[in-house]
């Protein structure tokens, strides 16, 4: 228990809260589609939530000193984000981080761009999901709809501010998120990460900066009680509805959502993300291109097949597939093994930025790294530290065939003779019984490259495929016990 409780409350310095911001950055842009979307929708709740909240302690608030109210509004709205962090949702203000990453080169400006563009739109879908509940459960009607009051006004002063403004508020806003988040990599233990995230959050929110998934909600939030609002809503506050006739879905585009996601982006990209970076970065020296090794397929070329199918077309262009993951050589290898796991891959091409091939890294690469290390790894190795800078390749242009042969067959055990054609090896085995028992080591899963770029890759499982037809139609399959009954069947016809 005494090591366990030791564990959980790591504390790191500020260069290690980089090395934890890398691995975060990378994490962002390394879950499938459906993950990120779904995790994005989730965060946009939690925010809207967040809002729900601060209207709520800020209602009725009119005898309590401004400054003690709104910060009583911003402690509430720290929940948002304590959500965010401890529930693991995807947040589009802190998803700038993987600026990060694109810095380190671990992935592409086009995956980060769209990385964005992900979370951004599942905030959206979330945001407007609690939107329709908080609106079907008539919440503006609270405290005989001060509370509807109170979200509106804050909706339509939203709506005031100039571009220049919008966009200097979103700057300061994610500089004060992104901060918090950055925090709470100072430590593993929970309390503490949700300790970090309060102040700032509640800075931020008090003082009127401006958060783009936070208005997702509350300007839309103001826009629908003002449409929707029944005349008794009005009546009792004795306000008319055309007092907020500027809560319109133009000017909350252009006027607040456009300017305040580019300085939120500004705020926590660049001047949280990209200024650690360059402060704690340690430039990389510029990795060699990989040494390209085709295999000989010369001893494979008198290969005699007498069905047309087996002659006609079979090169690995028809059946190589694009490459389903890449490396960057910078990646920390905890992070490659976890891409690897993921995709159910046992080795991926390692590519730097401009789409150079380096080296090809695989699970057999971390497992030789572990035996070597007693077990206990470096926990700062990177993929370029264990990936092979060789590699066996194939054109597009190959065979199907010669592939096949060269995977399964080594002639060389095959046919065991000296250069002078005398047998080394005496054996009463067949050759087939030969061909079945023999351990050919040669990789299961080859880059196929063209002109010195990686245009795909083609495994075993594709060789297969592409030969499956020899054994004639494609048949249903059954499961294992109608299978077995089948046979049983068939022999006892027999």
Request: with cysteine; glycine share 6%.
């Amino acid at each position: 228990m005494a090591i366990a409780s030791s564990s959980n409350n790591t504390n790191f310095n500020p260069k290690e809260m980089m090395k934890q911001a890398e691995a975060y950055a990378v994490g962002k842009a390394s879950k499938p589609t459906h993950t990120t979307v779904a995790l994005a929708v989730t965060a946009g709740v939690f925010i809207g939530l967040a809002f729900v909240f601060y209207i709520t302690v800020t209602t009725g608030n009119q005898a309590i000193n401004w400054g003690i109210n709104r910060l009583f509004g911003g402690l509430a709205f720290s929940l948002g984000l304590i959500l965010v962090v401890i529930c693991g949702g995807e947040l589009f203000t802190s998803t700038v981080l993987s600026s990060i990453a694109r810095a380190n080169r671990h992935i592409s400006t086009h995956k980060m761009l769209s990385t964005w563009g992900k979370v951004y739109f599942g905030n959206f879908i979330g945001a407007m999901l609690l939107l329709l509940l908080v609106t079907m459960g008539s919440l503006y009607q609270l405290d005989g709809g001060q509370w509807g009051l109170n979200a509106l006004n804050i909706a339509q002063h939203k709506l005031h501010h100039q571009p220049a403004e919008a966009f200097a508020l979103g700057v300061l806003c994610n500089l004060l998120v992104c901060l918090a988040v950055w925090m709470t990599f100072c430590s593993n233990n929970m309390m503490t990460k949700m300790a970090m995230l309060v102040l700032p959050v509640a800075m931020f929110v008090s003082t009127g900066f401006e958060h783009s998934v936070a208005n997702m909600f509350m300007v839309p939030l103001g826009i629908t009680i003002q449409q929707l609002a029944p005349a008794s809503f009005w009546t009792n506050l004795g306000v008319a509805p055309e007092h907020y006739a500027d809560l319109t879905v133009y000017n909350f585009i252009f006027a607040n959502l456009i300017p305040v996601t580019l300085g939120n982006i500004v705020g926590g990209g660049v001047l949280v993300g990209l200024s650690y970076w360059a402060i704690y970065h340690s430039p990389q020296p510029a990795l060699a291109s990989a040494t390209l090794i085709r295999p000989d397929f010369s001893a494979h070329n008198n290969l005699q097949m007498d069905s047309d199918m087996l002659n006609d077309n079979l090169l690995v262009k028809d059946h190589m597939h694009p490459a389903p993951l890449t490396l960057a050589p910078g990646m920390p290898v905890a992070t490659a093994l976890d891409l690897l796991l993921r995709e159910d891959l046992s080795g991926a091409p390692v590519l730097t930025s401009d789409e150079r091939l380096v080296g090809f890294f695989s699970l057999h690469d971390a497992l030789v790294d572990l035996w070597c290390n007693d077990y206990m790894p470096d926990q700062e190795s990177k993929v370029q530290d264990l990936m092979r800078h060789e590699i066996q390749t194939v054109s597009p242009d190959n065979s199907i065939l010669e592939i096949a042969e060269y995977m399964s067959i080594d002639k060389n055990i095959l046919y065991p003779v000296s250069s002078s054609g005398i047998a080394t090896q005496l054996t009463s085995l067949s050759l087939n019984e030969r061909a079945r028992t023999m351990n050919v080591s040669r990789p299961h899963i080859y880059p196929v490259v063209e002109d010195d770029q990686l245009v795909g890759l083609i495994t075993r499982k594709e060789i297969v495929q592409a030969l499956r037809p020899v054994y004639g139609q494609l048949r249903a399959v059954t499961d294992h016990s109608d299978a077995s009954e089948e046979v049983s069947a068939q022999v006892e016809t027999a």
